[in-house]
């Protein structure tokens, strides 16, 4: 193993052996770049000291977690202090120097082999070391080697999934530059996740004050196309670090007064940002320097922390922007990546429905159609949306799936994104809807008219779906029909479905006009009439697992044994029953449900049981049963209270209208579940493709599969286990930048731009949203980003960014729910609804906002929630 190599050597090494910043360096520097003179000291040079501190007495004994990184952290540093050079180290660092008789100062910094990855920057997580003289070079070294030690890093590391315990570092010794000018740039806006914006921060001197943060630098936001200053801010800039003659480095008093940079300068790096992120085909974010006016490169490293987007939805320069919404975040709730066969699998489903519905598949065109599912997302094409309908209309549906948007579409300025002639994707489309859309017109009248004898009508289609979905798996199609051949039988059910969904809509909206016209208090009185409605799927799960809960069957024991005897057949009659009937039932449902690639309950049997045993606990008095008939009851006074205080008309006319929300409303609820039984079912169909490929060696396991695209998957067969590996490995790529973003936006456009609501001022200590169902309490909060993060404590209060199915446990016990995400129709909103719990949605940022602990009142009749502490 070699212990050094110089920037300019004609090999390029691994970067096990050099790390990611020295890695880095050497190509930038083997690519033309102006990248100041180094060498690098592998990873090997350090093998003695490594080796030296793993014999640190009770080090092994010490597990490296988030509660020992410190004392951890703390005996390595103390050991490594006492570490000396041997000679063969020496003679290394000699050799390095002589190379570079002529240079006085150096820049001394560490490069680790985890470090500046596209998964993982490490950025400023080690140490550097400016204005390093010979004499000072073996300290500055090792002051290097041991902040690979540093408590920072081991969490950092933990974080991101690396083996804390394996501590590997190298050490780049570089040509120091003096640099006049110095600082960090980005090859997108970093704030807004815009693609064609680059952004730089400056200040006189060397860059540490930019990079450490001590100062306020120069800002300058730059446009990558028409290369034009589109913002620049003056920074404070209260000091400037320079080079100390003699070595090291000083703080001198700043200049407050004038930019630090040129236009030509701004020009220059603006040039050479492009260019790295070009040479690295991926946003980079760059450290630079001038020195008697060259540009120097001194490192760039990967952009992490942004939301990239599909090549096949951005748009280049000089094309109209598109405007997309995040339809699985802001209508599923769905706030992890959808893996690449879940996407193929929910795009087969939608060009099934969109060509029943409107006559032709709006999705095959993915910039000009209305709707596509990749990229780990579904997206929502608003520009031709908006072109098609136009804006108002999209803007008014768009408020009963998730109000905070709604009312982004209605304040932002969004006329760039409407194009002027409606896309060739759209023609045609009006009429094939209403040609196709005949019958259910036909059978909305019917639903009006009798809603009763129509959901008895409906029944018998519904459970021969049943019956199919149940035998699906053993139909003879390929992998490559089964969505679409189960999906056609899924939209001929729904066709049936929609109009009772219609009907009860349509009845909602008439009684909540009616009543806001009537009573100032109207629009509460209408949320206390959506409650307890009968026939939802989802509340009818609740009850159910309740039920099991209170079977000692359950309660009296552990998981374990409870496999060991359902498997035995052990249980009675009654019991074995229920846990069958619940598993045929409801075994479809899991937290993001709408991908195929996500395990179901019934292959989940111990999370499960767990979910139940968790309800076991649960007061009569507060279980679901009992909590919806008490919802029901006061759905039913409430209503008599005001048809007591109507006459004539607008009594028969609130009757009819009400009786029609009752008998249909629960419904609605049917259309996503006979959804999630369809692609339940096709994920039966792709478990059986998965387990012959692995028994055939072909993949390395059965989950495999998911990775792969519904093409790929179809023709595996065929295929040798290097090739399939070879479409795997292809297709992490993307999800590997994916898996970064901790919070998919709302709205996002074909430049990646990202956009959000203007702010605005709130009334001190107290947060809005949109008021979805009433009541006032006091409790504290608990931020959860999945169901089963942590436990959810009787009469705390849920915030989360959105709810599916996966989380109606949790309701259980929650006094409140609130919500960043969400409109009257969104899953939380329609369960709180259904179980009499305070609900608010659309509250910007509510998981940043609040904290677990914390004590608030929500008075969701109002929609808002007071900060007690």
């Not at 050991?79 to 000699?94: D, N, P």
């Not at 159910?544 to 009659?573: N, V």
């Not at 004539?648 to 006979?674: F, M, P, Q, T």
């Amino acid at each position: 193993m070699e212990k050094y190599y110089d920037f300019n050597s004609k090999d390029i090494p691994e970067i096990l052996e050099v790390g990611g910043k020295a890695l880095s360096l050497i190509k930038l520097k083997k690519g033309g770049f102006n990248v100041p003179d180094g060498s690098v000291l592998t990873v090997d040079f350090f093998k003695g000291w490594i080796d030296e501190l793993k014999l640190l007495p009770d080090l092994n004994s010490i597990a490296p977690n988030q509660s020992t990184f410190k004392v951890f952290a703390d005996k390595l540093k103390s050991k490594a202090k006492g570490l000396i050079f041997s000679e063969e180290q020496k003679a290394v660092v000699r050799t390095v120097l002589n190379n570079y008789e002529k240079r006085e100062l150096f820049a001394v910094r560490s490069s680790s082999p985890e470090e500046d990855l596209s998964g993982a920057s490490f950025a400023g997580g080690y140490e550097t070391i400016l204005g390093v003289t010979n004499q000072n070079i073996y300290d500055a070294i090792k002051t290097a080697f041991v902040s690979c030690m540093d408590e920072r890093v081991f969490v950092y590391k933990n974080q991101n999934g690396f083996d804390t315990k394996n501590i590997r570092i190298a050490v780049i010794i570089q040509e120091q530059i003096d640099s006049e000018t110095s600082g960090v740039g980005f090859s997108l806006n970093p704030l807004t996740n815009c693609f064609d914006e680059v952004v730089i921060d400056a200040n006189f001197g060397l860059g540490e004050s930019v990079v450490s943060g001590i100062i306020t630098p120069d800002e300058f936001v730059v446009d990558k196309n028409t290369k034009d200053i589109i913002e620049k801010k003056l920074g404070n800039k209260e000091q400037i670090i320079v080079l100390n003659s003699k070595g090291g480095t000083k703080t001198i008093s700043g200049n407050r007064e004038e930019f630090s940079m040129s236009e030509k300068q701004i020009g220059e790096l603006l040039d050479l940002i492009i260019k790295v992120e070009k040479f690295y085909d991926f946003p980079v974010d760059i450290e630079w320097a001038f020195y008697k006016d060259e540009l120097y490169l001194l490192q760039s490293r990967p952009i992490t922390t942004y939301v990239p987007l599909p090549i096949e939805m951005q748009t280049t320069f000089g094309e109209q922007p598109i405007l997309y919404i995040d339809g699985s975040l802001t209508k599923q709730g769905i706030t992890t990546p959808i893996s690449v066969l879940g996407c193929d699998c929910i795009g087969a489903t939608q060009s099934v429905m969109f060509e029943d519905m409107m006559g032709k598949d709006v999705t095959l065109d993915t910039k000009g159609g209305m709707a596509t599912t990749r990229g780990g997302r579904m997206y929502i094409n608003i520009s031709s949306s908006a072109k098609f309908q136009g804006l108002k209309k999209v803007i008014k549906g768009w408020k009963s799936v998730d109000i905070s948007t709604a009312d982004m579409l209605e304040t932002l300025d969004l006329e760039k994104y409407i194009p002027k002639k409606l896309p060739e994707a759209m023609k045609g489309v009006l009429f094939g809807a209403i040609k196709n859309n005949m019958s259910t017109i036909k059978f909305l009248r019917k639903a009006n008219k009798d809603p009763k004898a129509y959901k008895e009508w409906y029944q018998p289609f519904e459970d021969e779906f049943d019956e199919y979905l149940k035998k699906a798996a053993t139909e003879k199609m390929t992998l490559l029909e089964a969505p679409r051949i189960v999906f056609k039988k899924y939209i001929n059910l729904l066709n049936m479905m929609l109009p009772m969904t219609y009907a009860a809509e349509f009845a909602r909206s008439k009684i909540e006009q009616m009543l806001k016209k009537t009573f100032v208090d109207g629009k509460e009185k209408m949320q206390y009439l959506e409650r307890s409605l009968p026939d939802n799927v989802t509340i009818d799960m609740g009850m159910s697992m309740y039920q099991l809960s209170q079977r000692s069957e359950i309660k009296d024991k552990d998981f374990d044994i409870f496999i060991m005897m359902l498997k035995d057949g052990r249980f009675g009659k009654i019991f074995s029953t229920m846990w069958e009937e619940y598993i045929q039932t409801y075994g479809c449902r899991a937290n993001n449900e709408l991908d195929v690639g996500v395990k179901r309950q019934s292959e989940n049997l111990k999370e499960l049981f767990n979910q139940i045993k968790g309800m076991s606990e649960i007061d009569g008095d507060k279980s679901p049963a009992q909590i919806y008939n008490k919802s029901k009851e006061l759905r039913e006074k409430t209503y008599l209270e005001i048809v007591g205080e109507l006459n004539g008309k607008s009594k028969k006319y609130l009757e009819k209208k009400y009786n029609i929300l009752v008998e249909l409303g629960g419904k609605r609820e049917a259309l996503k579940y006979w959804y999630v039984r369809s692609l339940a079912a096709i994920r039966e169909i792709i478990l059986k493709k998965a387990d012959d490929l692995y028994k055939n060696k072909k993949i390395e396991a059965e989950s495999d599969i998911f990775w792969l695209h519904l093409d790929q998957a179809a023709k595996a067969e065929s295929k040798s286990a290097e090739v399939i590996k070879s479409w795997i490995t292809e297709n992490k790529k993307y999800y590997s930048q994916l898996s970064r973003v901790n919070n998919f936006p709302k709205l996002i456009d074909s430049r990646g731009l990202i956009l959000t609501m203007p702010k605005t001022e709130a009334k001190e200590g107290e947060i809005a949203g949109q008021p979805i169902s009433p009541g006032v309490v006091i409790g504290r909060v608990k931020v959860l980003h999945t169901p089963d993060e942590k436990p959810l404590l009787p009469g705390e209060i849920l915030v989360t960014k959105a709810t599916d199915p996966g989380w109606t446990p949790l309701f259980i016990n929650a006094s409140a729910i609130l919500l960043e995400v969400g409109g009257l129709l969104q899953h939380g909103a329609l369960v709180a609804r259904e179980y009499g719990k305070p609900c608010i949605v659309g509250i910007e940022d509510a998981m940043a906002v609040f904290s677990d602990g914390q004590l608030v009142e929500v008075d969701a009749g109002k929609g808002i929630i007071k900060l007690l502490e």
